[in-house]
C-alpha cells in the first residue's frame, strides 16, 4: 500500500499551531543534521532566494516617453513641426536634435539612485548561523530556505520566519513588525491556530532582532512569503513625489508656457497687421518661441540634481528619487530616532557605584580605552570595584571580538558593555572566565528581570546576579566595602546613586553575590541573603559628529526633534547632552500622544522636542502634526511599521545598516552610515543644489528674454530678423551645455547653512534676481539689436549683422556666467579657480565661436560671416557694461544680505 503524497510546502501554513516534530516532519529535515547541502540548492531554485521582491519601475519605453511630458518640450517640438512644414530642415532638425537630447540626459539620469541602493543591499546582506550537513557553517541569508536549522543569540536579525525549536532565556524586539516595543520572550510550545502574529511567541519574524538569550529554528517561510514581506506588499503602491522644486518648477514652466504662446501669438499678429506675409511671420514666431525657451533647463534640472545625488552618495547618503536633492534644502524640521541616529548604538558604561565610592569611567564605545578614576585619579582595583567587574564578566553570554581591526559584539550590547569596563580595568574576560568555570544558570527572565551563574572558585561555589535595581537591594542582607570586606548595606546610598544615575539617564545594572554556594537549580536559590557588590550605570552615547550636526541644522534654522521608543528620562538626557532639548524641555510619552486628538497633537508639536516610547505607527500622527503648520519635514525610520510616516514626511531617510528592505523602499534617502551628522551633510548638499539651480535659471533666462525682445524689436520696427531660429538654438544649446552646466559643479557656498529654510511656497526667483535677469536681457537688447542695425547699415551683409548680433549675446553670457557663481557675493571676493568647469567651458565655447564666425562650413549651414575687429572691440563693451551693473547691484544690496543673516544667526 503506497504512502499517503505529503501536501506540497505551504508557506502560509499555521506553523504556530503544531508542535516541533510535527514540523520538522512536514519539513523532511532532521533538526539535528539539518539540511543536506544538495537539498538546500534544490530548494534554493524551487523557493529562490531569501529576498524581497523590488517593486519593478517603469519600463525603458515609458521612461522614455515621460521625458517628453514637460510644456516647454511640446512649445519646442511644435516649433520643430512647424519649421518642418515650411521646408527649413536644417531648423526642424535641430529643434528635434534638442528636445532628443534633453531626453536621453533625463532617461540616462533617471533610475542610478536606484542602482546605487541595489548596491547598498548587497554591501549590507547579512549572515546567518546554520546547521547544514550535520554542520555548523556562515552563509549569506539570501541562500536561506525552507526547512533550514538556524542558530540565533543576542544581537542577531532574524534571517527569516523561524519556527522557534529550542529557547534558553530567548527575546527578540519586534517592533519593526508588529510596532510592540517591549522585547517578546519567545519559547517553542505550540499555540492556538487563531493566535495573532503579534502573540505569536513560538515564532521568530523575519527583520526582527534579537536581544537576549539564544536558542535554534526552523525556516518556515523566506522572502516575500515571511510577514514581513506580507507588508511589504501592502506598502508596494508607492506615491508620487511632489517636491518644493517641482512644485515651483511646474508653476514656473506653466508662466513661461503662457508668456511664450502669447508673445509668438501677439508677433505673428503684429506682423500680420504690418502686411508681412504669414509664412514670414510664422518663422518669427516660432524664432521667438524657440528664443525664449530656455531648452537646456530641463537637462541642466537633472544633470544638477543628479551631481548632487553624487556629492550625497560620497558623504554616505544614497537618494533614491532625484528630486528629494533639493528638497532636503527646503527641510524645516528633521524627526529623529535616537538609537544608531543620534547616539552610536553602543552601550558604555560610564559610572560604577562600588564599596560606597563613585568610580567615573572615561571612553565611549565597544574599544576599550579609557580608565576608571576617582576625583581624576586612577582607581585601585580592588575589594567590591573589582567584584563587581567580576560579576559583570562572568554573569554574560556575550562576546566581544576583534574583526578586521574593528571591535565588534556577538550577544546583548549591555554585556558586552559590562566587558569592554572590565578590560579597562585591566581584567580579561577569557582568563576570568578559564579561573571560574560556570556550572549552572538561570537565563535572563523578562519577568524576574534578573541573571544568575554559578561558578567554581578555588574549590567554592559562588553565585553571581545581575539585574534590575528594585529586583536585587530587597534581596541583599549586606554589601562589600572598598576594602572587600563584608559591611552592612547602606540601601540609602544606593538607592541615591542609582537616582544620580538615572539623572544623567543612565540604565543602571545592580550586581550582587552569594558565597558559598552549592546549586543553582532555581529562582529559589537566589531569593535572598545576597551580598550587595555594586552598580554599573551605562548609556548609549551621542555620536560626536551628530552634536555638532545639531547645532549646525540650528544655525540654519532647522529645528531638530528626537522621537524614539526608549524610555522618557534616557531620551531627555541624551536630548540635552546633544542641545536638542534644554533644562526647561519634557518629554511626551506614547501613551500621552495616543491620547491627543489631531488638533491637540498639532499644537504639542510646536513645543515639544523629545518624544519617547513612540511605537513606529505613531510617527506619522507625528509628521502630519508638523506638516499641518507648513514645515518641511524629514523623517528617520528602519522598521516595517515606519514605512507609512517616511511615505508621509517630504524627506523619508532610511537606516541603511539596521533598516528594513520595506523601510529602504518606502525612503527617499537611505544612510549607508545611520548617522545623523550625514542628514546635516545632505542638507547642506541639498542647499548648494538648489543654489546652483538658480544660478542657472538666473543665468539663462537673461539670454531667453533678450532674445525675445530681440525679435518682437524687428517685427515692431518693420525691421529684418537679427537672429535666425537657428542661431538661437545654436546660442542656447552651446552656452548651455558649455557654460550653464559648468555652474552645477560649483562648490557649495561657506554660509549656506547660515541662511534660514527657503519657505516651501516661495518662487525659486525672487524680485531681487527677477530684477537682475530684466536687467541684463534688456542690456542684451539694446547691444544685439543696437550693433545689429549699426552694422548692417555699415555693410548691407545681414550674415555679418547677424554674426555680430550672435556674439553680442554669447559674449554677456560668458561674463554673466562669472557674476553668476555667487549671488551675494562679489566677484572678486570669490575663488577665481575654485570652479575649473567655468573655465574650461569658456575655453570652449570662444573656440565654437570662432569655429561659427570664421569656419566656411558652419558659415554655409548657420548663415554667418567673419566678424571684423572693430565689431569686436563694440562687443567687449557691452559685455563689460553688463558685468560693471550687476556687480555694482550685488555690492549696493549686500549690506542688507549680511543683516538678514545675522538675524538668522542670532535666533
Given amino acids: 500500500m503506497s504512502e499517503t503524497p505529503k501536501p506540497p510546502y505551504d508557506p502560509s501554513h499555521p506553523w504556530h499551531a503544531h508542535e516541533v516534530a510535527a514540523v520538522t516532519d512536514h519539513l523532511e529535515v532532521d533538526p539535528e543534521l539539518g539540511l543536506s547541502h544538495e537539498e538546500a540548492g534544490r530548494r534554493l531554485d524551487t523557493h529562490g532566494h531569501n529576498r524581497l521582491t523590488q517593486q519593478a519601475g517603469r519600463s525603458p519605453i515609458k521612461r522614455l516617453l515621460l521625458q ?12 520643430g513641426l512647424a519649421a518642418a512644414a515650411l521646408g527649413e530642415w536644417v531648423d526642424a532638425s535641430v529643434i528635434f536634435g534638442v528636445v532628443l537630447l534633453n531626453a536621453a540626459v533625463g532617461f540616462i539620469q533617471e533610475g542610478r539612485a536606484e542602482q546605487a541602493l541595489a548596491a547598498l543591499a548587497r554591501t549590507v546582506a547579512s549572515e546567518v548561523s546554520v546547521q547544514r550537513g550535520g554542520g555548523r557553517h556562515r552563509l549569506n541569508a539570501e541562500h536561506l530556505v525552507p526547512g533550514d536549522v538556524v542558530h540565533l543569540s543576542a544581537g542577531d536579525r532574524v534571517p527569516a520566519d523561524v519556527r522557534v525549536m529550542h529557547a534558553v532565556g530567548l527575546q527578540a524586539t519586534e517592533a519593526s513588525l508588529t510596532g510592540e516595543s517591549a522585547a517578546v520572550a519567545k519559547h517553542n510550545t505550540a499555540l492556538p491556530e487563531e493566535t495573532r502574529v503579534a502573540e505569536r511567541a513560538n515564532m521568530a519574524f523575519a527583520g526582527t532582532l534579537v536581544v537576549a538569550g539564544q536558542g535554534k529554528g526552523l525556516v518556515v517561510a523566506t522572502g516575500d512569503h515571511t510577514e514581513t514581506g506580507r507588508i511589504a506588499r501592502l506598502l508596494s503602491a508607492t506615491q508620487s513625489l511632489e517636491t518644493p522644486l517641482t512644485r515651483a518648477m511646474g508653476k514656473f514652466s506653466n508662466l513661461l508656457l503662457v508668456v511664450i504662446l502669447s508673445l509668438a501669438l501677439l508677433t505673428f499678429v503684429i506682423g500680420l497687421a504690418r502686411g508681412e506675409t504669414p509664412v514670414d511671420m510664422l518663422m518669427a514666431a516660432v524664432a521667438l518661441a524657440v528664443g525664449a525657451i530656455p531648452e537646456g533647463l530641463p537637462a541642466a534640472l537633472t544633470v544638477t540634481l543628479a551631481i548632487g545625488v553624487a556629492r550625497m552618495a560620497k558623504r554616505r547618503a544614497i537618494i533614491r528619487r532625484l528630486p528629494a536633492v533639493e528638497t532636503l534644502g527646503s527641510t ?17 558604561v560610564e ?5 560606597g565610592g563613585v568610580i567615573e569611567v572615561s571612553g565611549r564605545g565597544y574599544a576599550p580605552n579609557g580608565q576608571l578614576t576617582v576625583d581624576g585619579q586612577p582607581a585601585a582595583l580592588g575589594g567590591a570595584l573589582r567584584e563587581c567587574l567580576v560579576a559583570g564578566l562572568l554573569c554574560n553570554d556575550s562576546a566581544l571580538i576583534k574583526r578586521e581591526g574593528e571591535w565588534d559584539v556577538d550577544g546583548d550590547p549591555t554585556e558586552v558593555a559590562l566587558i569592554v569596563v572590565a578590560r579597562k580595568a585591566g581584567l580579561d574576560e577569557g582568563s576570568v572566565q578559564a579561573l571560574c568555570p560556570r ?9 524576574r528581570q534578573t541573571m544568575a551563574t554559578l561558578h567554581r572558585i578555588e574549590g567554592q561555589g559562588v553565585v553571581f546576579v545581575k539585574g534590575a535595581l528594585e529586583r536585587i537591594i530587597p534581596r541583599c542582607a549586606r554589601m562589600l566595602d572598598a576594602d572587600g570586606q563584608v559591611a552592612p548595606l547602606d540601601a540609602a546610598a544606593i538607592d541615591a546613586a542609582a537616582h544620580a544615575m538615572a539623572g544623567r539617564g543612565l540604565r543602571v545594572l545592580a550586581f550582587a553575590r552569594i558565597a558559598p554556594a552549592h546549586q543553582l537549580d532555581g529562582d529559589d536559590d537566589v531569593a535572598g541573603d545576597l551580598t550587595f557588590l555594586g552598580l554599573q550605570g551605562m548609556i548609549d552615547p551621542p555620536r560626536g559628529r551628530a ?12 529645528e531638530v526633534k528626537m522621537i524614539t521608543g526608549d524610555h522618557a528620562a534616557t531620551a531627555l538626557a541624551i536630548a540635552r547632552q546633544m542641545g536638542i532639548a534644554d533644562e526647561s524641555d519634557v518629554a511626551l510619552a506614547g501613551r500621552e500622544l495616543a491620547r491627543q486628538s489631531d488638533e491637540q497633537l498639532a499644537a504639542t508639536v510646536r513645543q515639544v522636542r523629545v518624544f519617547a516610547r513612540v511605537e513606529p505607527a505613531e510617527k506619522l500622527r507625528l509628521v502630519k502634526a508638523i506638516q499641518a503648520h507648513g514645515d518641511v519635514v524629514a523623517m528617520t525610520g528602519d522598521g516595517v511599521n515606519d514605512a507609512p510616516a517616511l511615505k ?28 545623523f551628522a550625514t542628514i546635516e551633510a545632505a542638507v547642506e548638499a541639498g542647499r548648494g543644489v538648489y543654489d546652483n539651480l538658480v544660478k542657472f535659471i538666473t543665468w539663462t533666462l537673461p539670454t531667453n528674454f533678450g532674445e525675445g525682445l ?43 547653512m547660515h541662511r534660514p529654510p527657503r519657505p516651501p511656497g516661495r518662487p525659486i526667483l525672487d524680485r ?25 547699415d555699415l555693410t548691407g551683409d545681414v550674415a555679418l549683422a547677424r554674426s555680430v548680433s550672435v556674439n553680442v549675446f554669447v559674449a554677456v553670457e560668458i561674463v554673466f556666467l562669472f557674476a553668476c557663481r555667487s549671488q551675494r557675493r562679489p566677484l572678486w571676493r570669490l575663488a577665481p579657480f575654485s570652479n575649473p568647469w567655468v573655465w574650461g567651458g569658456v575655453a570652449l565655447q570662444v573656440l565654437l565661436q570662432a569655429a561659427f564666425t570664421y569656419w566656411p562650413p558652419m558659415q554655409s549651414v548657420f548663415g554667418t560671416a567673419a566678424v571684423p575687429l572693430g565689431a569686436w572691440r563694440e562687443i567687449a563693451v557691452v559685455a563689460l557694461i553688463a558685468l560693471i551693473l550687476v556687480e555694482a547691484e550685488k555690492v549696493i544690496r549686500r549690506p542688507h544680505d549680511s543683516v538678514s543673516l545675522a538675524r538668522v544667526a542670532e535666533k
Avoid at 552634536?547 to 532647522?558: L, N
Fill in 68 to 79: 517628453f511630458h514637460q510644456p516647454l518640450i511640446y512649445i519646442l517640438m511644435a516649433s
Fill in 332 to 348: 524645516t524640521v528633521i524627526c529623529s530616532d535616537k538609537t544608531g541616529t543620534l547616539t552610536e548604538n553602543q552601550m558604555t
Fill in 351 to 355: 559610572v560604577i557605584y562600588a564599596g
Fill in 439 to 447: 556550572e549552572a544558570e538561570l537565563p535572563f527572565d523578562a519577568a
Fill in 547 to 558: 552634536t555638532a550636526a545639531v547645532k549646525a541644522c540650528h544655525r540654519a534654522g532647522i
Fill in 648 to 675: 508621509a514626511a517630504d524627506i523619508g531617510v532610511a537606516m541603511g545598516g539596521v533598516g528594513t528592505d520595506v523601510a529602504k523602499e518606502a525612503a527617499d534617502m537611505v544612510l549607508t552610515d545611520d548617522n
Fill in 710 to 752: 530681440v525679435i518682437l524689436a524687428a517685427i515692431f520696427a518693420g525691421a529684418t530678423l537679427p537672429i535666425t531660429p537657428l542661431q538661437i538654438l545654436w546660442i542656447n544649446m552651446t552656452t548651455a551645455v558649455l557654460l550653464g552646466m559648468s555652474l552645477a559643479f560649483e562648490p557649495i557656498e561657506s554660509d549656506v
Fill in 768 to 792: 531681487v534676481l527677477m530684477g537682475r535677469i530684466v536687467l541684463v536681457g534688456i542690456i542684451m537688447l539694446a547691444g544685439a539689436f543696437g550693433l545689429f542695425v549699426r552694422w548692417f
